[in-house]
């Protein structure tokens, strides 16, 4: 998860940075933090909570410049502490770096070991100071960021969406399978590179294209400009992406979220046809899956469960015991719409498996008669090492048991998952082309005791694109 930002404007970036960052909420709730450049002075407000909790008229005005970057964190590597929250700052021969970071590396503590060996200290621990000390020790002597972003993926493993602030210049890069987004955005007086393309839409912008795999995006006063610095024989686009994180709203490597959805829910009755009386979503998320669903089969699509707007996302809340409390003040019954009836209940996923009983007890206590559970996912069954707090197999309902065993344990009338083959083809890039570990136990990266498909990366520094020379507002360069 986590969400990143980017942004050179002729406007002041302080304002807009916030309201993206807004957007981006949904990314991460643990913290919040942005960095500015105005002249000799790097500007950094940061702190643990909800962006609207963290800043405010005054901290924002006091960010001053036309360049900055901002980060919400959800945390997988690194502990849920001050000093965690992003962005990071470095400082060394006359430059300011600051640094944000979506994703995981899963090769962080040899690499961590290695820099401690040499005698750097980390004040951190988070694989996200690695990336800026990377960096940083790459700037020492080169001071191009094309040879510092070189040498990190070169020296990387594992998913990175990065966005750096180096003195009054936003640079951003994606790691080379492309497994967290990023994309790129026109504002009225300068650019933007955001997790998400509704981040761009905040501050009504134009969409142009997402940043591609391996490829490194410069912005200052002058426009922007890339560099393609790796390609691979395939992509690896985290699935979970299309499945629950990103916003319905959201454009990701060419593809409207919401329709994803859509289709999921169409294949899921088409997968296994079931009588009811009513189709009804866990909102957010299986909202449009229930569309789908109910636009496929012919059942009513019917809200029988409400959500209070002012709770944040229980699947990324820090400990069990918060997630489960959280269920019963985050969701309410619709009575009305569920007494007597025959209920298809369709959610995006099934990880733990708490939040899916209760919220299928809560239906039953409504007056349901019968419960018939649909999941956009196959069942997860394997951790994630990239960017998902599931670490552990024995977390992991599905891990190892039939689906008998997991209907059984939720309290379901009926469960049916998605077939892999039918999301991958909702989805429409081919399953080559996405990061399925948790749902195969196969990754795209090299991870200790798991089974691996491997990538053939090749590293083309020097390579510029060009396709933005589309945009004439006079400052684009290519």
């Known amino acids: 998860m986590c969400g990143i930002v980017g942004i050179v404007d002729a406007g002041g970036v302080s304002f807009p940075l916030y309201y993206a960052l807004y957007a981006l909420q949904h990314r991460g709730q643990e913290s919040a933090g942005i960095s500015t450049f105005e002249g ?38 690194g502990s849920k502490v001050p000093e965690n929250v992003q962005p990071f700052n470095f400082r060394y021969r006359g430059l300011d770096l600051s640094i944000a970071h979506n994703g995981n590396l899963v090769n962080t503590a040899e690499l961590r070991e290695e820099y401690e060996h040499r005698g ?70 300068g650019y933007i590179v955001a997790s998400e393309s509704v981040a761009i839409d905040a501050l009504d912008g134009t969409f ?61 009755y088409d997968a296994n046809p079931v009588e009811a009386d009513t189709a009804c979503p866990v909102p957010d998320s299986g909202i449009a899956y229930a569309a789908g669903y109910a636009e496929q089969s012919g059942i009513p699509f019917i809200e029988g469960l409400m959500k209070n707007r002012y709770m944040g996302r229980t699947f990324i809340m820090p400990t069990q015991e918060q997630r489960e409390r959280a269920v019963r003040i985050k969701l309410n019954t619709v009575r009305g719409n569920l007494k007597d009836k025959r209920v298809v209940l369709i959610d995006d996923s099934i990880v733990r498996g708490t939040t899916s009983r209760r919220i299928v007890n809560m239906i039953r206590d409504a007056g349901a008669e019968e419960i018939h559970l649909r999941v956009g996912s196959p069942p997860i069954i394997a951790p ?29 009338t009926s469960l049916t998952y998605i077939p892999l083959d039918d999301l991958v083809e909702a989805i429409g890039c081919g399953e080559r082309n996405l990061c399925t570990g948790c749902l195969t136990g196969c990754y795209p990266v090299d991870i200790n005791g798991e089974k691996s498909c491997h990538s053939v990366v090749d590293y083309v520094a020097g390579t510029h694109q060009s396709d933005l020379s589309t945009f004439k507002a006079g400052k684009e360069r290519t």
């Open 40 to 77: 000799t002075t790097l500007y950094t407000h940061k702190a643990q909570g909800l962006v609207a909790e963290v800043f405010n008229s005054q901290t924002l005005q006091d960010l001053r410049g036309n360049a900055g970057i901002g980060h919400v964190r959800y945390p997988t590597t």
């Open 384 to 412: 994630c090492y990239l960017g998902v707090d599931m670490p552990t197999r024995t977390e992991l309902i599905a891990s190892g048991k039939e689906i008998e065993t997991v209907r059984k344990s939720v309290g379901a």
């Open 208 to 268: 142009i294209r997402d940043v591609r795999p391996g490829e490194l995006i410069r912005i200052d006063e002058s426009g922007l400009t890339s560099t393609q610095i790796a390609t691979t024989n395939r992509k690896a686009y985290c699935i979970f992406e299309y499945v629950y994180f990103a916003r319905a709203d959201s454009v990701m490597d060419g593809t409207l979220v919401y329709d994803v959805r859509r289709r999921i829910g169409q294949k899921l």
């Open 120 to 189: 750097q200290i980390f004040c951190t621990t988070t694989d996200t100071e690695i990336i800026g000390n990377i960096i940083a020790d790459a700037l020492r002597t080169s001071k191009s960021m094309e040879d510092a972003v070189l040498l990190c993926m070169r020296r990387l493993r594992g998913s990175y969406a990065t966005v750096a602030l180096l003195n009054d210049t936003v640079y951003a890069f994606r790691d080379p399978l492309g497994i967290k987004p990023l994309c790129i955005g026109k504002l009225e007086n």
